[in-house]
C-alpha cells in the first residue's frame, strides 16, 4: 500500500544517507583561447578551440550532511594556468576569476595535494558520493589534467552522480544547464553565474531540494 512504499523509500534514503556525505563539484578551466568566425553564407557563428589543452583554474567543493541537509565544509582554492598564463578578458568577464587570482595561487598538483587532505580530514573513511552538473568534470577534464601532469586521479574522484540525472528523474524532464534546474524547481541563482564556488553552491541547493523529494543519489559514472 501507499503507507508501505512511502516506508520503503524513507528507508532507502536513510540507508543510504545515514554513514555518507556528499561533495559537491563545479571546475572552472577557462584559460583557453576560443575564436568565433562568421560564417559568410548563413547567419551561424562556428566555433573553433584552437588549443584542446584546457586548464583547471578554480577548485571548489563543498561537503554535504545529507541527513542534516548543511553544509559542513568548503574547499576553494584558485589554480594558476602553466600552458596559458594570462586569462583573457573573456574568462574574467564570465566568471570573475581575475589575473591576480591565479597569479597568486598554487599549480594545479598543489592544489589537489590540498584538496586531497582536506578531503581525508573532512571525510576520511567515510563513504562520499561526488555530485556534479553533467559528466564533464570528473570524466573529462580532471582527468585529462591528471594525465597531461602525470597525476593519479584521486580514488574519491573516480566514481560520481550527474545531478542532471536526478533532476530528470524527480521531473520527467532533461534540462541542460544549472539555470534551468533551479527555474524548474521555482528556485533562485545565487551569486555569480560561471564562478565556480557559486555553481556549487547553487548545486548544493538542488541537491537538498531533490533530497526533501524524496530522490536517492547513487553512483552514475565511474572511470
Known amino acids: 500500500n501507499a503507507d508501505d512504499l512511502t516506508s520503503r523509500k524513507n528507508t532507502d534514503i536513510r540507508l543510504f544517507a545515514l554513514p555518507a556525505v556528499f561533495c559537491v563539484f563545479f571546475f572552472q578551466f577557462f584559460s583557453l583561447l576560443f575564436v568565433f568566425t562568421a560564417n559568410p553564407s548563413a547567419t551561424t557563428f562556428v ?61 594545479f598538483a598543489e592544489v589537489l595535494k590540498r584538496f586531497n587532505a582536506w578531503y581525508e580530514k573532512e571525510v576520511g ?4 558520493l561526488p555530485i556534479t552538473c553533467g559528466d564533464w568534470d570528473l570524466k573529462t577534464m580532471l582527468p585529462n589534467q591528471c594525465r597531461r601532469e602525470g597525476i593519479p586521479v584521486p580514488p574519491a574522484l573516480r ?26 524547481l521555482s528556485l533562485s541563482f545565487e551569486g555569480r553565474l560561471h564562478r565556480g564556488i557559486d555553481d556549487c553552491r547553487n548545486i548544493n541547493t538542488i541537491v537538498v531540494e531533490l533530497l526533501k523529494r524524496g530522490i536517492v543519489f547513487n553512483p552514475t559514472g565511474r572511470l
Not at 565544509?73 to 596559458?84: D, G, M, N, R
Not at 566514481?159 to 524548474?184: F, I
Open 47 to 107: 566555433l573553433h578551440d584552437i588549443d584542446c589543452a584546457k586548464e583547471i583554474i578554480e577548485f571548489p567543493a563543498l561537503k554535504l550532511n545529507p541527513e542534516t541537509l548543511t553544509v559542513e565544509s568548503t574547499f576553494q582554492e584558485f589554480v594558476k594556468p602553466v600552458i596559458h598564463p594570462e586569462l583573457s578578458d573573456f574568462c574574467t568577464k564570465l566568471t570573475s576569476i581575475t589575473q591576480h587570482d591565479v597569479d597568486n595561487s598554487g599549480v
Open 125 to 128: 573513511a567515510s563513504s562520499c
Open 159 to 184: 566514481q560520481w552522480h550527474n545531478l542532471k540525472k536526478s533532476y530528470c528523474a524527480a521531473t520527467s524532464v532533461y534540462c541542460r544547464s544549472l539555470t534551468e534546474m533551479l527555474h524548474g
